[in-house]
């Protein structure tokens, strides 16, 4: 679906904090409260917007992060059963199918190794004969970019997951962020009534999950394919990866404007890249640049083209 000017820069702001009142959105696009108003309800309507939600970084309440990738043999009945199995776990942040250097992608959030060891046997207990091979990694940091795509502009990396702490949840607190998660443009006062609180509650609430960073983003559910985005996954091995390399790599690629995420983490591969282009030549002279630019360092350069992917998918939070 082609978009005009005014429908992007909606797209980007939404994006990038869904909570934006419509009257300074409408100032930001040049347009009335009400025209904006209309075209994210076209934007909806045409599944361009698919809802609003947040991110939560749950290593700000104690869990920690860990990642499965796996091959998956050519059997189709037990990868329909292994995507319903997996989904139904409310552990699990998201789910990834692709195609190339693996075929299924799993991050879970954890309160162990324990607990990341238990789920993995499980796994592949009930699935032997589907799963060929598999990679585990342990997430250092996630490191997000502004969807500049949409609208040409500076953006910096906003950082997730990069630190454990243990912030005691209030259970006013955990249902807000349910309630936030379902829709991040909900009106507080929806908020209040629902659960019997005040709006300063609620406003008090909301304002310590994101001082505490428990709240990283909210955010708009965009339908990227409907936009003609196709999605890829990037694995970088490198020689050796010092600090200034490592200060370098992410300069570099802050300035690409199909970048979104970078990620951090132990690994076979070292870095992690998610680009969202319009089709594999673009993203190819992506990639062509980076390994010139980076000729000394990198060592090898796999890629995963993303089918699907799910975010929640059993729609329910770790502390449900």
Same mark, same amino acid.
């Given at each position: 679906?082609?978009?005009?000017?005014?429908?992007?820069?909606?797209?980007? $702001?939404?994006?990038?904090?869904?909570?934006?009142?419509?009257?300074?959105? +409408?100032?930001?696009v040049?347009?009335?409260?009400?025209?904006?108003?209309?075209?994210?309800?076209?934007?909806?309507?045409?599944?361009?917007?698919k809802?609003?939600?947040?991110?939560?970084?749950?290593?700000?309440?104690?869990?920690?992060? +860990?990642k499965?990738?796996?091959?998956l043999a050519?059997?189709?009945?037990?990868?329909?059963?292994?995507i319903k199995?997996?989904?139904?776990?409310?552990?699990?942040?998201?789910l990834?199918?692709?195609?190339?250097a693996?075929?299924?992608?799993?991050?879970?959030?954890?309160?162990?190794t324990? /607990?990341?060891?238990?789920?993995?046997?499980?796994?592949f207990?009930?699935?032997?004969?589907?799963?060929?091979?598999?990679?585990?990694?342990?997430?250092?940091?996630?490191?997000k970019?502004?969807?500049?795509?949409?609208?040409?502009t500076?953006?910096?990396?906003?950082?997730?997951?990069?630190?454990?702490?243990?912030?005691?949840?209030? /259970?006013? $607190?955990?249902?807000?962020?349910?309630?936030?998660?379902?829709?991040?443009?909900?009106?507080?006062?929806?908020? +209040?009534?629902?659960?019997?609180?005040?709006?300063?509650?609620?406003?008090?609430?909301?304002?310590?999950?994101?001082?505490n960073?428990?709240?990283?983003?909210?955010? +708009?559910?965009i339908?990227?394919?409907?936009?003609?985005?196709?999605?890829?996954?990037?694995?970088?091995?490198?020689?050796?990866?010092?600090?200034?390399?490592?200060?370098?790599?992410?300069?570099?690629?802050?300035? &690409?404007?199909?970048?979104?995420h970078?990620?951090?983490?132990?690994?076979?591969?070292?870095?992690?890249?998610?680009?969202?282009?319009?089709?594999?030549?673009?993203y190819?002279k992506?990639?062509?640049?980076?390994?010139?630019?980076?000729?000394?360092i990198?060592?090898?350069?796999?890629?995963?083209?993303?089918?699907?992917?799910?975010?929640f998918?059993?729609?329910?939070? &770790?502390?449900?």
């Open positions: 679906m082609k978009l005009d000017k005014i429908d992007k820069k909606i797209l980007y $702001e939404l994006d990038k904090y869904s909570r934006i009142p419509d009257t300074k959105l +409408a100032k930001i040049g347009r009335s409260k009400e025209s904006v108003r209309y075209r994210i309800k076209q934007l909806q309507e045409k599944g361009i917007i809802g609003f939600s947040i991110w939560i970084d749950p290593t700000k309440f104690g869990h920690q992060t +860990a499965i990738y796996l091959n050519n059997i189709p009945d037990q990868k329909k059963d292994f199995y997996v989904n139904n776990d409310k552990r699990l942040l998201w990834g199918i692709a195609e190339g693996w075929n299924a992608g799993l991050t879970y959030f954890v309160k162990d324990r /607990e990341f060891f238990d789920i993995k046997n499980d796994l207990s009930k699935f032997r004969d589907l799963i060929l091979e598999s990679h585990t990694a342990i997430l250092v940091s996630l490191n970019l502004d969807k500049t795509f949409f609208y040409e500076e953006k910096h990396w906003k950082t997730m997951a990069d630190k454990l702490e243990n912030t005691k949840l209030e /259970e006013i $607190e955990k249902k807000i962020l349910i309630e936030l998660s379902k829709n991040s443009r909900i009106n507080i006062v929806d908020i +209040a009534r629902k659960h019997k609180t005040t709006v300063d509650i609620v406003k008090n609430r909301m304002r310590r999950l994101e001082e960073k428990i709240i990283f983003r909210y955010t +708009a559910i339908n990227h394919n409907k936009l003609g985005h196709e999605f890829f996954k990037t694995f970088l091995y490198f020689k050796n990866l010092n600090k200034e390399d490592e200060e370098r790599l992410m300069e570099y690629t802050r300035k &690409i404007p199909e970048m979104v970078l990620v951090k983490q132990i690994s076979p591969w070292d870095v992690e890249l998610e680009i969202m282009c319009e089709n594999y030549l673009d190819n992506i990639i062509a640049n980076l390994t010139k630019e980076f000729s000394n990198i060592q090898k350069v796999e890629t995963a083209i993303m089918e699907k992917d799910y975010v998918p059993a729609e329910q939070l &770790i502390f449900e």
